[in-house]
């Protein structure tokens, strides 16, 4: 089967900072603290037009306003319309967290109410305006720093093609690209849109001296190794910085990164994304989101579990064996939403019209109402809020022989809810190719994974909650 591709990837929403050699030390820098200053700059200025002066109260907001905010998101690569709606959905989300904590201390009622809605729409304005002021003298900062720098790629190959593309691409870079070094046939050199051929690899040392070259980038296989030995002991007389592009540059690589192994330098190719301070920032994220969720829908699951107690005979809690992170079996827990308990070898997916649905669990299934006990099972550490569906272990023996890259899924906990379900791969999947979209979804969860993405991916599953109706 052909590989699909999500066509709305989680990159778009999940940002992230340019790094190495391609970012911007100047630009980044800038970046980092606008977003920060912005939004201090303008409690200020509402606190002084309406109050009269700057009050205490304000200035503790506003430190606190900095430290949430701090480092500010790059968004010199993206579209103005992209622009807007990242700076409104960040904003919308810091300011429902300091609403909550105003409220829960009383803190709000040491500021003015004309004040707060000021700020409320003058702050996300002030940000649109600096980011755009800061695309007007982004190429002045440039200048600042000096001319540009010379690059050349060695291997014009596919994914030195694909190298050479991005850095043409990439707006309010100082790299400035030469061209190409090859040594094959012009018949086996892939068609550059950027760069032409520049010579051979004999001649590369040279051209790097006389031409102040400041970046190479070893675009070469892997299998070559005598090849890219050589080049690099012949590249020892220039001061120019060199980069490795691994033939891996164009495989699908899961948190892909650079490390170390016993001293030995590595890149990986499939790696967990939650590792690290990452790990534990997704943990406490779980924690802190369903205990607060459990504890406002305690009154729904106790008028749910009483509605299923009377509808049918069975329990109220069914469940299910599941495969958890690295593929170990969990238990999941769902409400009863069908007569019969099955969690064996052979599992019926749901269909439309299914007899073994009750009455109540129908309403249930519709409105993913059935779902809500595995908050339980997310503060257990089995499952977190956002992340792949967990299939039954029925299914997922049929599909892990059908789909490359199935159980890779399976490097991080299951979720209640994850970008395949909210992009239209919800409920039932019919067919082999519905279930190929859903996992080719899931991986592209785990290679743009950041908090930004699981709030954007809660946020819209309670929109396709109220409109969809594609679970049975």
């Not at 299923?308 to 827990?333: A, N, T």
């Not at 950041?450 to 109220?466: G, M």
Request: hydrophobic share 45%; aromatic share 8%; with cysteine.
């Amino acid at each position: 089967m052909a590989e699909a591709h999500p066509t709305f990837s989680a990159s778009t929403v999940s940002t992230r900072h340019a790094q190495g050699p391609l970012g911007n030390n100047m630009l980044s820098a800038v970046e980092a603290i606008l977003d920060p200053a912005v939004l201090t700059l303008s409690l200020w200025l509402v606190s002084v037009s309406i109050e009269g002066e700057l009050l205490p109260p304000y200035l503790i907001l506003a430190v606190i306003v900095f430290s949430i905010t701090f480092p500010g998101s790059s968004r010199l690569q993206s579209s103005v319309k992209l622009l807007i709606f990242h700076v409104l959905y960040s904003w919308f989300w810091v300011a429902l967290l300091l609403f909550f904590l105003g409220f829960a201390t009383g803190y709000i009622a040491e500021f003015s109410r004309e004040a707060l809605i000021t700020w409320l729409w003058v702050a996300p304005m002030s940000q649109i305006g600096a980011h755009l002021a800061l695309r007007s003298v982004a190429p002045y900062l440039l200048m600042l720093q000096g001319p540009p720098q010379r690059a050349i790629i060695v291997g014009m190959n596919e994914q030195g093609v694909a190298l050479a593309s991005r850095i043409h691409e990439t707006r309010y870079s100082k790299i400035e690209l030469s061209g190409f070094f090859d040594d094959r046939n012009q018949s086996r050199l892939h068609q550059a849109g950027h760069g032409s051929l520049l010579g051979r690899l004999r001649e590369l040392p040279d051209f790097v001296k006389e031409n102040r070259i400041q970046f190479i980038y070893l675009s070469l296989p892997m299998a070559s190794q005598p090849r890219i030995l050589h080049v690099l002991d012949e590249l020892k007389d220039t001061t120019a910085s060199i980069y490795f592009v691994p033939d891996m540059f164009i495989t699908d690589l899961i948190q892909g990164r650079s490390g170390t192994v016993c001293g030995t330098p590595v890149i990986s190719v499939c790696e967990s994304p939650f590792t690290g301070s990452n790990g534990a920032i997704k943990r406490a994220s779980d924690i802190i989101l369903s205990l607060l969720i459990l504890a406002l829908i305690s009154p729904l699951l106790l008028l749910i579990a009483i509605a299923i107690r009377l509808d049918s005979p069975g329990p109220v809690i069914f469940k299910q064996r599941r495969y958890g992170l690295d593929g170990e079996e969990i238990v999941v827990y769902k409400f009863r939403s069908m007569r019969v308990c099955e969690d064996g070898d052979t599992i019926l997916q749901a269909q439309k019209g299914d007899s073994r649905i009750t009455r109540i669990g129908a309403f249930l299934r519709k409105n993913s109402l059935d779902e809500l006990p595995q908050f339980v099972n997310v503060l257990q550490g089995r499952m977190s809020i956002v992340g792949p569906r967990p299939h039954a272990v029925a299914h997922n023996e049929i599909y892990r022989n059908l789909i490359k890259g199935y159980m890779i899924r399976h490097k991080v906990k299951p979720g209640i809810t994850g970008w395949a379900q909210v992009n239209g791969y919800r409920g039932e999947t019919r067919t082999l190719d519905k279930m190929q979209a859903r996992i080719d979804h899931d991986l592209d969860y785990l290679r743009n994974w950041s908090l930004r993405l699981d709030l954007h991916i809660i946020l819209k599953t309670i929109l396709v909650v109220l409109k969809d109706r594609a679970a049975y």
